[in-house]
């Protein structure tokens, strides 16, 4: 994650965990709308599981999973707690495209 950080401005994360329901349902449903922005964002499913998992969910203060961050250079993040829904989803992109040149 370290590399889209360095040389993006702007990368949606998604940290879940293996063995979260909520996550299993909510990752591929967040997947299906990430891909219309796959051009423009990169996006990372981290699982808290995991080193890099970890890292970030310590980092950020992840407290739950799901858990989905918008992060910016230089602003800082939005962080957004539980599963969203399709248009909660879809409101996480717009503010990550806000500012940035992107055709969706």
């Known amino acids: 994650m370290a590399a889209d950080l360095a040389t993006s401005r702007v990368v949606v994360v998604v940290?879940?965990?293996?063995?979260?329901?909520a996550c299993a349902e909510y990752v591929p449903r967040f997947n299906r709308i990430?891909?219309?922005?796959?051009?423009?964002?990169?996006?990372?499913?981290?699982?808290?599981?995991?080193?890099?998992?970890?890292?970030v969910a310590d980092r950020f203060h992840?407290?739950?999973t799901p858990t989905t961050?918008?992060?910016?250079?230089p602003t800082g993040q939005v962080y957004y707690e539980g599963a969203l829904d399709d248009a909660q989803i879809e409101h996480?992109?717009?503010?990550?495209?806000?500012g940035l040149a992107c055709d969706v």
Not at 69 to 73: A, G, N, V
């Open 92 to 98: 996480v992109f717009a503010l990550a495209i806000r």
């Open 15 to 21: 940290v879940s965990m293996d063995g979260c329901g």
């Open 62 to 64: 992840v407290n739950a």
């Open 34 to 55: 990430a891909a219309r922005y796959a051009h423009c964002i990169p996006v990372k499913i981290l699982d808290a599981g995991t080193p890099e998992g970890a890292q």
């Open 69 to 73: 961050l918008i992060l910016r250079k």
